[in-house]
């Protein structure tokens, strides 16, 4: 191996900022990677970047999704909601990884002022979920079937600082910052029949601030800012920010969404690089001969996690986590969720196994012909739902003869004599008898996702381990 900078670079990041490094290993690696003196300030701005990353790519995704005038497609002004009407198809590019399971119901609203009320309607036993996140990735409430029930609920989403009475009925959900996503999904089977049922839930679903609860209300339109860059992906837009934009905004954004009480300590450790909540940024405590270095190596250190962090877990070529929606301090791994899975939801609400390589190790390819064999009694033990979903490898739905994006227990899946099931993930039909059991892939590269929502908790369980995703073979193998 030739020990290049950008090598030792790689190696090294898991080490960065750690008490494990001597003081000479740690100036060594700073003149490595081109910085010279001041490597203790470097290490610290790449963490200062790693803890601030979700609240900065919340604000740019804000920014994006909310910055039209009125409801469109996939977009709304501030507080008003927006109902995906049916699941994106093959032409589909506005979001990688799309899902062909649920139709969401989603907003972005600002707590700060006042209180914002939702109320949701009864969905008569449909499986659906509301997550709420804070502004700093943290779903921090999630109304829905597995934990309110399925009858009609009504919430006031509070900030902050707020204080103060609710309407009779009207139950609070405090907000840890000013910034609220409302991320809402509802089970729907894809029928015409079944979006029309959906259709008529999601225009039940209300969002109005709490001075116009109970009265007439008609949402101002959206304020467009022309300047915004609407279509480069948000987190290339993030990645592009220079040290000293990225901690401008991180600062100027926590002023009305402040980090938790356990973030005291390593907040405490920032202020030496002129980062201070409810301040602006001091950029004259950041040395300008790594400024351009930071976004770069901060990055890479949360990229690195897919392979270091002993909570990412790789099960029979299936890599997924199941500590995500709550982090606590472990911003590593916020951010690493931030990167790659915006929105993801609490484990006991959904896990995301994701496969790109087969049982023997290589990359999927539309020239083989592959199985995905269930046994019997261990199907996934999901109690919302599970489905299979392929992806090209850009992680976008593949056109195909019989339009099917994912595969799930819905296509009345046929089961073996010896009561397995298989699913046959391959280019070309297996056959009339077999495609209930068909996953459609494209002729090149492909992706796996599987999705458990409300995942079981008891055994057998993803969560705890007791049940693992089955490995994808190659059917001659």
């Known amino acids: 191996m030739n020990f290049t900078r950008r090598n030792v670079t790689i190696g090294g990041l898991s080490l960065l900022a750690s008490t494990s490094m001597s003081t000479m290993g740690r100036a060594e690696f700073g003149e490595l990677l081109g910085i010279g003196e001041g490597f203790e300030d470097f290490a610290l701005a790449t963490d200062a970047y790693i803890f601030g990353y979700p609240l900065v790519t919340m604000e740019m995704t804000r920014r994006v999704v909310t910055n039209v005038a009125a409801p469109e497609g996939t977009r709304a002004p501030m ?112 029928t015409p029949e079944d979006y029309a049922a959906v259709h008529k839930l999601q225009d039940e679903c209300k969002l109005v601030p709490l001075s116009s609860y109970g009265k007439p209300y008609t949402p101002p339109p959206g304020t467009v800012d022309p300047s915004q860059d609407m279509k480069t992906a948000v987190r290339e837009q993030v990645n592009r920010m220079d040290a000293v934009a990225y901690f401008t905004l991180l600062c100027k954004l926590m002023k009305d969404n402040p980090p938790t009480a356990a973030d005291a300590p390593q907040l405490a450790k920032f202020a030496r690089i002129g980062i201070v909540p409810g301040q602006d940024f001091d950029a004259s405590k950041l040395k300008a001969d790594f400024v351009k270095r930071i976004p770069e190596i901060g990055f890479d250190r949360i990229m690195l996690q897919f392979k270091i962090n002993k909570d990412v877990k790789d099960e029979n070529g299936w890599g997924f986590t199941t500590k995500t929606g709550v982090y606590g301090t472990d911003y590593l791994m916020r951010a690493l969720v931030t990167a790659i899975g915006l929105g993801a939801n609490r484990p006991q609400d959904a896990v995301y196994p994701t496969s790109l390589k087969d049982a023997e190790g290589r990359k999927y390819s539309g020239a083989n012909k592959y199985v995905m064999r269930f046994p019997k009694g261990q199907m996934p033990p999901a109690q919302g739902f599970w489905s299979v979903t392929m992806y090209d490898a850009s992680y976008f739905f593949v056109a195909n003869p019989i339009n099917r994006y994912s595969i799930s227990a819905r296509e009345n899946l046929k089961t073996n004599p010896d009561g397995s099931t298989d699913l046959y993930i391959q280019k070309d039909s297996p056959g009339k008898d077999k495609e209930s059991n068909w996953l459609p892939a494209p002729a090149g590269d492909f992706v796996l996702m599987m999705r458990l929502y409300w995942p079981s908790e008891k055994n057998p369980s993803i969560i705890d381990g007791s049940w693992k995703p089955p490995a994808v073979k190659k059917a001659d193998a």
Not at 158 to 172: D, F, H, I, R, Y
Request: aromatic residues 14%; hydrophobic residues 35%.
């Open 79 to 190: 507080g008003q909601i927006i109902k995906l009407r049916q699941y994106p198809n093959a032409s589909f590019r506005d979001v990688t990884a799309p899902n062909a399971d649920t139709l969401y119901t989603t907003s972005f609203f600002d707590v700060g002022k006042e209180p914002w009320v939702l109320s949701i309607p009864d969905t008569k036993g449909r499986y659906a979920l509301f997550p709420m996140l804070d502004g700093w990735t943290t779903v921090f409430q999630v109304p829905g079937k597995r934990t309110t029930g399925t009858g009609a609920q009504t919430y006031a989403i509070t900030g902050p600082g707020w204080k103060g009475m609710l309407p009779a009925g009207v139950k609070e959900y405090k907000s840890p910052t000013s910034i609220v996503w409302l991320l809402g999904r509802i089970y729907c089977t894809g």
